[in-house]
């Protein structure tokens, strides 16, 4: 591979998807380094006035600051795209500051959009408050049945917003239907895929239009830094998200762009592996347990769709003991190994309570609807051994009563 092969389209548009997770976007320094330099740099000298002056105007290519461009930032944002299938990726400081510059670059006063129900709590709050405030109506649904998106359109329906599988409760959202039916009234599909990642699910396979990411999960993929990606067509990006970003400045530190960079060279290891886990894991759960919500076992309602549109199962599912919060808290007090803790996509194992925790900050009639009961626990399966992890949930779960 010679110094910027990683940025050539006639390469990179041959390699198969596990040579564009390790090589994809990479750009070579006059040094030839292999692994990707790490360009810790706001600003740029230019060799004259008038290059300074040509690289604004457009008329040089090259790069002016670091809230615009980055080397280190530019070679994660052509990796993305390469792993997505996407003409065109921006990264930014956060998967939130994906979400909310992915809806508010196209948004204005007057408009409308459909979400869906099940969703990250700052999903739910961007639909349901922030966007209310500058005048965008929010139409919520049970992402689930495709007919009632198209039942929730309106006149002024700009965008469709939702993720699959829908944290924590696990929903599906049938990607080829929802986007389909977006795609015929000429409306924008804004899916979140940070629970299945590229490496298994790759919405604009199904027709999705915009792809957005928290990379602060599978991505980076061991719990280390906050990141974001937006995904779509270069129109969309250059025209209507570069806008937005460029002036407002959601901005990924070169620094997390590099840790990223890395973590994507093991993504589909790692994912593969986890999920993998997640499988012993639930396999067990379900044994001891009334209700497991895993998309990659066959009792999950929609466990069919959720395989045909994904590679496997993810390292992500929820489970309900049946004695409340008191049970439910009793239990991850009583883990030895696994962590409490409410991040996901870590290679370490972590459990949360999604009622006190993620989901806290919404009316309680809202976690409701959405299924979050008070014993409802959500686990990330990491890359222990899963033995281990079934030890530790066994030993917890007898402490508990169960
Ligand atoms: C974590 C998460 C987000 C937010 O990402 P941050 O990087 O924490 O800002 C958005 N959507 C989903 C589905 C998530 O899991």
């Not at 689930?144 to 599988?165: G, H, V």
């Not at 604009?204 to 928290?214: H, P, T």
């Not at 199962?313 to 003991?321: A, H, N, T």
Request: glycine content about 8%; aromatic content about 6%.
């Amino acid at each position: 591979m010679k110094r910027s092969t990683g940025q050539d389209p006639s390469a990179t548009a041959r390699w198969r998807p596990a040579t564009r997770a390790v090589r994809g976007g990479t750009a070579r320094s006059e040094w030839g380094e292999t692994s990707e330099a790490l360009f810790l740099t706001s600003g740029y000298a230019y060799d004259c006035a008038a290059d300074a002056a040509d690289r604004f105007s457009g008329d040089q290519s090259g790069m002016t600051y670091s809230r615009l461009q980055n080397p280190t930032v530019e070679m994660l944002e052509q990796r993305i795209a390469l792993m997505e299938g996407a003409e065109a990726a921006r990264c930014t400081a956060s998967g939130m500051a994906a979400m909310t510059a992915a809806l508010l670059c196209q948004l204005e006063a007057g408009d409308h959009i459909v979400a869906g129900r099940a969703a990250f709590g700052s999903c739910r709050w961007l639909t349901d408050t922030l966007l209310p405030k500058f005048g965008i109506e929010t139409t919520i649904v049970d992402a689930r049945d495709p007919e009632l998106w198209e039942a929730a359109i309106k006149p002024n329906t700009k965008a469709f917003f939702f993720e699959t599988p829908a944290n924590p409760t696990m929903d599906i959202v049938d990607l080829k239907a929802v986007c389909g039916i977006a795609r015929e009234h000429d409306i924008v599909s804004v899916v979140d895929n940070a629970f299945a990642s590229p490496a298994l699910q790759r919405p604009m396979e199904f027709g999705a239009d915009v792809v957005a990411y928290s990379a602060t999960k599978m991505m980076d993929g061991q719990g280390r830094v906050l990141a974001g990606a937006i995904c779509g067509t270069e129109e969309f990006i250059l025209e209507t998200l570069l806008p937005f970003t460029r002036n407002t400045g959601p901005t990924l530190s070169a620094f997390n762009a590099w840790v990223v960079l890395k973590g994507l060279e093991t993504l589909d290891l790692r994912i593969r592996r986890q999920s993998d886990h997640a499988m012993a894991v639930g396999r067990f759960l379900e044994s001891r347990v009334s209700r497991v919500l895993h998309p990659g076992l066959v009792s999950h309602p929609q466990h069919n769709l959720a395989m045909s549109q994904m590679d496997a199962c993810g390292p992500i599912f929820s489970f309900y003991v049946d004695g409340g919060r008191t049970q439910a808290h009793g239990l991850l007090d009583a883990l030895e190994l696994i962590d409490i803790s409410n991040n996901i996509g870590d290679s370490r194992s972590l459990m949360t309570h999604p009622a006190s925790t993620t989901h806290s900050g919404l009316d309680e009639s809202v976690r409701a609807e959405m299924g979050i009961e008070e014993d409802m626990l959500r686990i990330n399966v990491g890359l222990e051994d899963p033995q281990d992890l079934i030890d530790d949930i066994d030993q917890a779960l007898q402490a508990v009563g169960l």
